[in-house]
């Protein structure tokens, strides 16, 4: 950084002057094209100041007394400069204003090293606040910051203050070519980046977000589920082996029940529950949002818990969701379902064609698939009720030939 990047400059405030026809003096600091301005408590008439040479005319009857004014505060300004040059640490305009208020300086951070603050932060919450699969996600997003930042700036880590939207584009950038990972997972890592930088914000490291103006790029993903026809052949295949049928059970209970892959895994006794309707509930929290879900268990999914159950407090066989899915692509080569088969899939079937196409309201589906809030359900399946609506529309129109 050197000295021709700052500079200091005195100037009237032409469009304040009082009723004396008196403007008021403003010291305008300006380092690296980033402005700051310091009252220097002076008022004076505009035929007494000369820009060019930066003093007030000797015309004034305090010319000696203000111009010695001016030259201390300028004094004063240069004198924080040449310190904080000294330190051989980043600092900005905001920086030296602050000083020049006597305002104590907080030390420089960079945002690799601050991550990793954080991440020793959060590691301490894991098991209380947080769970491990969360932490290992934010650590996963440090290890890409700092490959990025020798990708991009061959630099081991890069000063908090000199963030800007430009960077966030250009990890988003390095994500998507160089990580090869989805619009949907890089908007995660984003989310989770700005999270230690909203901390900082309030630590004083920062006093604006860098990253207000970014807006997450919009992913509009196909919701794939099967028809009622595909898991009226899954529900009929019979399959052989009995790992792959203990699979097939599994997945078709959860295509009845919605439950993600970690809720099946862990259900137990306890949570299956008589409701007032005298029929058994799924009474759990759910894993992902840890919010409460209470689903009424129909008749195809109890057959499949008396079917289990044993004198085991869960209710499933263990399995790995890796080794379920594995099973699954065989599944569907057996059946010919020419889908992908993965366990969420269920969970999605059980949305769209269980409960959508069967008229069930969206709020219901929301609420049975323990969402945090409608507009993710609405997101997610909102092109089934179209699909659904254009069915309805179809079979009117044949009606009214």
Request: glycine share 4%.
């Amino acid at each position: 950084m050197t000295t021709d990047n700052f500079k200091i400059l005195f100037i009237e405030g032409k469009n304040r002057k009082n009723k004396k026809n008196q403007s008021p003096l403003f010291c305008r600091l300006t380092l690296n094209g980033k402005r700051k301005q310091i009252s220097t408590g002076i008022n004076i008439e505009s035929e007494h100041w000369d820009t060019k040479n930066q003093v007030i005319l000797k015309s004034h009857k305090s010319a000696i007394l203000y111009n010695s004014q001016l030259e201390k505060i300028k004094s004063k300004i240069n004198s924080i400069y040449m310190i904080l040059q000294l330190q051989e640490s980043i600092f900005s305009i905001e920086d030296i204003h602050g000083k020049y208020l006597g305002k104590e300086l907080k030390k420089s951070e960079f945002i690799l090293s601050y991550y990793k603050q954080y991440l020793s932060k959060i590691e301490k919450l894991v098991g209380r606040e947080i769970k491990d699969k969360t932490y290992s996600k934010f650590v996963y997003v440090g290890n890409h910051l700092e490959a990025f930042l020798k990708w991009k700036y061959k630099k081991t880590d890069y000063p908090l203050k000199e963030l800007s939207l430009q960077f966030l584009s250009d990890f988003d950038y390095y994500l998507k070519t160089e990580k090869k990972q989805e619009q949907i997972t890089i908007n995660k890592t984003i989310q989770r980046l700005r999270t230690p930088i909203k901390q900082a914000i309030s630590e004083g490291y920062l006093d604006r977000d860098p990253f207000i103006l970014h807006k997450s790029k919009t992913v509009r993903k196909t919701v794939i589920f099967l028809t009622t026809e595909e898991l009226k052949t899954l529900e009929e295949a019979v399959l052989q082996q009995k790992r792959l049928s203990t699979i097939q059970d599994l997945f078709i209970f959860c295509c009845y029940t919605g439950l993600a892959y970690n809720e099946m895994a862990n259900l137990e006794k306890q949570n299956i529950q008589i409701g007032f309707d005298n029929i058994n509930w799924i009474q759990m929290k759910r894993e992902k949002t840890q919010r409460q879900i209470s689903i009424p268990i129909l008749p195809k999914a109890q057959e499949i818990i008396e079917k289990y159950s044993t004198d085991s407090n869960r209710i499933f066989p263990p399995i790995s969701n890796q080794r379920f899915n594995s099973y699954l692509k065989e599944i569907s080569a057996i059946t010919g379902i020419e889908k992908r088969l993965t366990h969420h899939i269920a969970r999605k079937t059980f949305a769209s064609t269980v409960l959508l196409y069967n008229d069930v309201p969206m709020e219901i589906v929301s609420e049975l698939l323990g969402h945090s809030n409608m507009v993710i359900t609405q997101e997610s399946y909102g092109k089934v009720v179209q699909k659904k609506v254009s069915e309805a529309m179809s079979n009117l129109k044949d009606k009214l030939k």
